[in-house]
């Protein structure tokens, strides 16, 4: 069956077509959708005449991110980023509405929340905030345009645009491709369920997106540093359940050497999910703080297996029946032990 988003409520409409501005925060560590989504919600505000400022607490990776998208973009797509919430104060009116953009916890923004409440952007942040997203386990709004069974934010964001009556066409189209192409690894892990998408992704073509530039752009740029990388991961994997899961890890000495940017998780979840019969693939990094460690688990299309099911009773992580996430803070050794109970509960 054909699933639907359905439009967002009056209210939640209300909210953001009476703000005298419009402060935009995708969540920590921001990804291909939770940028391009944020930069789509820019461009729609912008053609409502709503002014608006996006504000990353992780400007490296925003950056890299947003760099990319920007190249696909325009020369008048000019959407306002800022890092510091201090850059914000005052900019947006008198009535500021916040957005939450592919998230939905108030803590997942880093930061960027306490600053923003400090600075008195923002005064109450249970009023004057709602959320767009399509993950599991939403914090309480004033409102919220949210469904867990959307393959993207980018869904999302077309859905919106439309009930807005603006056009898909152009810069919009663009950014809203790109953010659907990213969190569905190029249409990847759709299921039955998810032709609509393929509709909304074609009616972006027709408005401008370019798919082959689009997949290039998601998947350039890699430097053959992370080739050294990806040998000293494969070579620290493990299975379970017969062979049926691999989890990968990598170490404090690796991430030391090549750090965020060049680690290639996209090449380490193809490679491992290509073996015969492997159905599940868990992928654990170290992160820059001291004991938190980033887990990330994706699915081959025909298991069973609950990815964001897993990452919840993790670490509270979320995600998709096919790809999720999670930080547990603790040690290395610590966030392989609950994983793998929590998969050999479920085996």
């Known amino acids: 069956m054909n699933k639907l988003i359905l439009p967002p409520s009056k209210e939640f409409l209300s909210v953001l077509l009476n703000a005298s501005g419009v402060l935009i925060t995708p969540h920590e560590g921001p990804d291909g959708d939770a940028v391009a989504s944020s930069v789509a919600l820019s461009l729609i ?59 939905s916890q108030k803590n997942r923004i880093g930061n960027a929340l306490n600053e923003i409440i400090s600075e008195g952007i923002i005064t109450d942040p249970y009023s004057n905030t709602i959320a767009i997203d399509h993950h599991e386990k939403p914090d309480d709004f004033v409102s919220i ?103 990968a890890t990598d170490d404090k000495q690796m991430f ?19 073996i015969n019969k492997v159905e599940l693939i868990a992928y654990l990094k170290y992160k820059e703080n001291e004991n938190e460690i980033e887990g990330s688990l994706r699915v081959s299309p025909s298991s069973l297996w609950q990815a964001h099911e897993i990452a919840y009773d993790v670490a509270c992580g979320g995600g998709h029946e096919k790809a999720a996430g999670f930080t547990f803070k603790g040690t290395m050794e610590e966030a392989y032990d609950k994983l793998c109970r929590e998969i050999e509960r479920r085996a």
């Open 45 to 103: 505000l912008e053609k409502k005449d709503i002014p608006s400022i996006i504000l990353s607490s992780d400007k490296k990776t925003f950056t890299k991110e947003f760099t990319r998208l920007k190249g696909l973009l325009s020369s008048s797509a000019n959407p306002e980023v800022r890092f510091e919430a201090k850059d914000v104060k005052g900019l947006l009116g008198n009535h500021p509405v916040h957005v939450y953009v592919d998230c």
């Open 145 to 247: 345009f949210a469904d867990k069974d959307s393959p993207s934010t980018g869904n999302m964001m077309f859905v919106l645009a439309k009930s807005l009556n603006i056009d898909i066409q152009g810069d919009v189209a663009t950014a809203i491709y790109y953010a659907i192409a990213s969190d569905t690894d190029n249409f990847r892990h759709l299921t039955a369920k998810d032709s609509q998408t393929f509709k909304d992704a074609a009616e972006c073509v027709e408005g401008g997106a370019i798919p082959g530039i689009v997949y290039s752009t998601l998947h350039a740029g890699k430097s053959f540093e992370s080739l050294a990388y990806l040998e000293k991961v494969l070579k620290n994997i493990t299975s379970l359940c017969g062979n049926k899961v691999i989890i």
């Open 256 to 274: 030391n050497r090549y750090g965020r940017e060049i680690r290639p998780s996209q090449i380490v979840y193809d490679l491992l999910l290509s």
